[in-house]
C-alpha cells in the first residue's frame, strides 16, 4: 500500500533538510513517545548506512523494527527502509526548492505485508483509505509546522 503526501514549507530547502536529518533529535522524540532506539551502525557521521533498532507499543503489543538509511542526497533526498516481523516499508522524503525561503516536502510511503494479520490490517487501511491518506498528510503537516516554527525561532534569535 502506497501513501502519499505533498507539503510546502515557508522554509529553505537546507533548512529543512538539516531539520529532517538531526537523527539524534529524531531519536529523543522517539524516546519521548516511549520507544526505545538503539543506533545499530558504527558511522560517525550521517550518510547512507545510518541504521537503528526499534522497540515501540502499537495496537497493545509490543513491536521491533529494524530501520536503515538507505540514500542521502544533501538538501534533496532521503530514503529509509523498515523491516520488522509484520512488515516491509520504504519511506521516500523529497525536498524541492522553490525558492530563497520556500520549499516543498514531497513524503512517499510503501508499505508491504509479510504475515497474513499484516494483510489483513492493511486490507482494513484500503477500505478506509480516505482516511488513512488524510492522517498521513497530518503527520506530515505536524512535522512542517514544527520545522517552520523552529526556523521562526532560530530567526528571531539571529
Partial sequence: MKFSTKQDIETPAAYV???????????????????????????????????????????????????????????SKLEFAALSAAIDATTKVEIVEMSAKRARLHVTANITPLTLTAKLFMQSLRLARARADRKFAQRVQTIV??????????????
Avoid at 32 to 57: E, L, N, Y
Avoid at 145 to 158: F, G, H, N, P
Wanted: proline share 1%.
Fill in 145 to 158: 509546522t514544527e520545522i517552520e516554527a523552529r526556523y521562526r525561532d532560530d530567526q528571531k534569535v539571529s
Fill in 17 to 75: 533538510f538539516a531539520a529532517l536529518t538531526d537523527f539524534e533529535a529524531w531519536e529523543r522524540a522517539a524516546m519521548r513517545r516511549g520507544a526505545d532506539v538503539a543506533r545499530t551502525d558504527k558511522m560517525r557521521q550521517a550518510g547512507a548506512g545510518m541504521s537503528w533498532h526499534v522497540a515501540f507499543q502499537f495496537r497493545g503489543r509490543q513491536r521491533k523494527m529494524d530501520l536503515r538509511l538507505l540514500n542521502m542526497i544533501p538538501s
